[in-house]
């Protein structure tokens, strides 16, 4: 059976189980997207998984262009370091790359989203 294209594959569909707020970082499973507008609890929405985006990082260092960074669930910024707990389960999905550089004093950096 021949492979078919779905969709050029920027936005995934998603049904949230609780509201999800425009602008809200999505974690499904490894795979991190961007809610653009917010969805409903049990409704249909669209995540972005591809493009530039403005993403918070901790204060605690700089950020260099072309950097890996992975999303932390728990604490909501971009962390260098991939990490899991005890049982295997990814606590941190891959994110993407800096676009550019962001200063330790920094509360955001830019990345493309690279799943």
Request: glycine share 12%; proline share 7%; no cysteine.
């Amino acid at each position: 059976m021949p492979v078919m294209v779905d969709s050029e594959g920027k936005y995934v569909s998603f049904t949230p189980t609780v509201p999800v707020a425009a602008g809200a970082m999505v974690a499904l499973g490894e795979l991190v997207g961007i809610a653009p507008v917010a969805i409903a609890a049990g409704s249909v929405g669209q995540v972005a998984v591809r493009g530039i985006v403005r993403v918070p990082k901790p204060v605690s260092g700089g950020i260099a262009a072309g950097t890996k960074l992975w999303w932390d669930i728990l604490a909501g910024t971009v962390v260098l370091v991939p990490s899991t707990d005890e049982f295997g389960l990814v606590l941190t999905p891959y994110l993407g790359k800096a676009i550019e550089g962001a200063a330790k004093s920094a509360t955001t950096v830019r990345a493309r989203l690279s799943q």
